[in-house]
């Protein structure tokens, strides 16, 4: 009787510890309404994530920390992914990437208010100096969609190019529209009242990414595309739009922006 017991229990434990569900520390900086301190569930985009991990025994701890330290923790090992990167082939090296996208960004233009400048085509915009960060893939982007001759000023921080786009030191700021509008509503930067965002120009797709010093990433990268899915499959998706109030830019019309 006692032997039956003891080996039931350790059945019991076995079974338990298996049930766990596994870890898993993934990172992004502030980015509002997706990544967002402030709210207990942190924001829609770390909500799908966490909840895509949940279908799949996953038990996601979201940090939001600066970019930076976001990118060195990877690397490292320290961090196990990161939960908001676009997909980059160039990073395929040290991250696995979801081949699902969680996510789409808008990506375009703020100008001054009083710049006067209008969007009909991209070849109107060749003769304007743009602001790009530094480092970032935009360089090639701007000059694949309106000249490799345009000129642009690189900036090292996205606060700093929304600066210099207030101060005059270029004409146009090519950035993602929600990193645009956070640094105007919290940043207290003075004549934030006179940037406007002129249009998007496309949309990036956001891919987290598991560090590879995981001999499990890819592993891990494709339980978490399962997740997703299922958590769309079932409706929880729609559910947490509707409770964020945010929907992905897709589902709008775009304004048709030719050469």
Not at 87 to 110: C, D, H, R
Not at 170 to 194: H, S, V
Request: some cysteine.
């Amino acid at each position: 009787m006692i032997l039956r017991f003891a080996s039931s229990l350790i059945l019991a434990i076995l079974l338990s510890l298996s049930a766990q569900a596994e870890p898993l520390v993934l990172a992004c900086n502030s980015w509002r309404p997706l990544i967002d301190e402030a709210r207990g569930d942190r924001g829609l985009l770390s909500e799908i994530i966490t909840l895509s991990g949940e279908r799949v025994d996953l038990q996601v701890q979201h940090l939001i920390l600066p970019w930076n330290r976001v990118i060195a923790g990877v690397k490292k090992g320290e961090i196990d992914g990161i939960s908001c990167p676009t997909y980059v082939n160039e990073n395929k090296n040290w991250i696995a990437y979801t081949n699902q996208a969680f996510w789409e960004i808008e990506i375009g233009i703020f100008v001054r208010k009083d710049s006067g400048i209008k969007l009909g085509q991209l070849k109107d915009l060749h003769d304007y100096s743009f602001g790009s960060l530094k480092g970032s893939s935009y360089f090639e982007i701007l000059q694949g969609l309106i000249g490799d001759d345009i000129r642009i000023n690189p900036y090292p921080k996205e606060i700093d190019g929304m600066k210099m786009l207030i101060e005059k030191r270029f004409d146009i700021l090519f950035t993602g529209r929600l990193m645009g509008y956070q640094l105007l509503e919290t940043q207290n930067l003075e004549r934030a009242n006179e940037v406007d965002y002129l249009e998007t120009l496309y949309l990036e797709h956001i891919h987290p990414g598991i560090s590879r010093i995981r001999p499990d990433a890819q592993e891990i990268a494709e339980r978490l595309d399962k997740g997703f899915q299922m958590i769309k499959a079932d409706g929880t998706l729609e559910q947490l739009y509707e409770k964020h109030d945010h929907f992905p830019p897709s589902r709008k019309t775009p304004r048709t922006v030719t050469n």
